[in-house]
């Protein structure tokens, strides 16, 4: 188990990191922005049987860095509406706080490299299903670019997944941090040194 010094100089490196990779560094925000909208066009580029999703820069939005272009296939043309998203709160925020944890936490670093790569993949499939659930919020909503009718629970059961996973503040580090937590300790960790004062976690 972590000696309370361990953990107080943890907690005090989180805090550190935190603020350094929350930093708007030059080209950093704009390469993250680049990566959301390749991956979401790779992955829901062909929404259905007649969605359509592209992306481009959002330019004068406020926090909002990208506008999500939603189309419908109708007789060979494509009707569009935009859905500005802001990727930092979205998907960068969640990757900096697992970031932030991983690098902070009481173990060797070859298990945090581990925890690294782990919990990316992990994080961004959860960034992926967020805006997956955004998507089909507004493939379902009344309009030109209506895709599918689902039924009044439908409609609400997705509404307020769409309002938990995609506007929940909370979502967006709680998740990263019970991933964290899934790929970096293990059970041995909470154990008591042994008579060497070693302790299992640092292997």
Known sequence: MPSRKAILLS????????????????????????????????????????????????????EADLD??????????????????????????PNAVLITLVLASPISWKRKWRALLLGWILVNI?????????????????????????????QRIVAASYEFFFFGPACTCIVPALIWALVTFR?????????????PRTK
């Open 187 to 199: 059970t041995t960790d909470f154990e008591r040194p042994t008579a060497n004062g070693r302790n």
């Open 68 to 93: 999500v272009m939603l189309g419908k296939r109708i007789k060979g043309r494509i009707g569009e509406a935009p859905v500005a998203i802001d990727t930092g709160r979205t998907g960068y925020v």
């Open 11 to 62: 907690v005090g490196l989180a805090m550190v990191l935190y603020v350094l990779l929350v930093i708007r560094w030059p080209g950093v925000r704009e390469g993250y922005r680049w990566f959301f909208a390749e991956t979401t066009e790779i992955v829901y580029g062909k929404f259905g049987a007649s969605g359509v999703v592209s992306c481009k820069p959002a330019v004068g939005q406020g």
């Open 126 to 154: 959860f960034v992926i299903f967020r805006t997956g659930t955004m998507l089909l919020y507004w493939f379902i909503s009344p309009g030109p670019i209506r895709l599918y009718e689902f039924s009044p629970l439908g």
